[in-house]
């Protein structure tokens, strides 16, 4: 069984410059979390979605972040302009049963 | 609300002793709580959890942790450190519903020979 997939892994932006994220979680998972991990921390939940309804994106700062989950399956985080502030690593997951949170490798944020 | 605090971000070991892993929670509901391990530029991965069954929970690499109502703990333990534990340990709240999961800061666990 593929597990939760997120590309890229790595990318580098300049301030003001748009991203985004794409995740691909586990086939038949209904729920999709996205995360914020900053250096040292533990991971801060920006989003979460059923099926293709946010049900929670309370923490998610939507003056300059954006998210879609089209169809219910694959999902991407936008950032739009990015600030120095947003270097941190982006982890997707998603659940089947509630308890546990299957989690991607994360794509890592460089802004410059 | 709830909140983990997970004591010491850095925990050095030697190989083949006692690892210690200090989580305490607070929570105004039954908590439901989870360890979860990081590796270098990986996700992160369950180890255990505790959902209201057994407080003597069992994890995976032999893991355990125990729920301690009385002390708001849930410290993590394995009898005897391999060198392939060396990772970042998280420990994690939730309550019924499970809509939410709150993490700790992390502890690193460091391995030496």
């Known amino acids: 069984e593929a597990g939760v997939v997120q590309s890229p892994r790595y990318k580098i932006i300049e301030k003001k410059q748009p991203v985004a994220f794409w995740c691909n979680p586990i086939s038949g998972h209904n729920t999709l979390y996205w995360y914020l991990q900053n250096l040292g921390q533990g991971p801060e939940l920006l989003i979460r979605?059923?099926?293709?309804?946010?049900?929670?994106d309370s923490q998610l700062p939507k003056d300059r972040f954006s998210a879609e989950r089209l169809k219910g399956v694959d999902s991407t985080l936008k950032i739009q302009p990015a600030e120095l502030g947003d270097s941190a690593v982006y982890l997707c997951?998603?659940?089947?049963?509630?308890?546990?949170?299957?989690f991607g490798p994360g794509t890592r944020l460089t802004v410059l | 609300a709830q909140s983990v605090t997970q004591l010491g971000s850095h925990v050095s070991v030697s190989e083949g002793a006692l690892v210690l892993l200090r989580c305490n929670y607070s929570?105004?509901?039954?908590?439901?709580l989870f360890w979860y391990v990081q590796y270098p530029n990986q996700g992160l991965q369950l180890l255990l959890k505790?959902?209201?069954?057994?407080?003597l929970v069992k994890g995976i690499n032999g893991f355990e942790a125990e729920f301690k109502k009385s002390e708001t703990s849930f410290h993590l333990t394995k009898p005897s450190a391999h060198m392939s534990d060396a990772a970042e340990y998280f420990c994690?709240?939730?309550?019924?519903?499970?809509?939410?999961?709150?993490f700790g800061t992390g502890t690193r666990l460091l391995v030496s020979p």
């Open positions: 929570s105004s509901v039954p908590p439901y």
């Open positions: 505790y959902t209201s069954a057994a407080t």
């Open positions: 997951a998603s659940s089947l049963v509630e308890d546990e949170q299957f």
């Open positions: 994690a709240v939730t309550g019924i519903g499970f809509q939410k999961l709150v």
């Open positions: 979605y059923e099926n293709e309804e946010a049900v929670d």
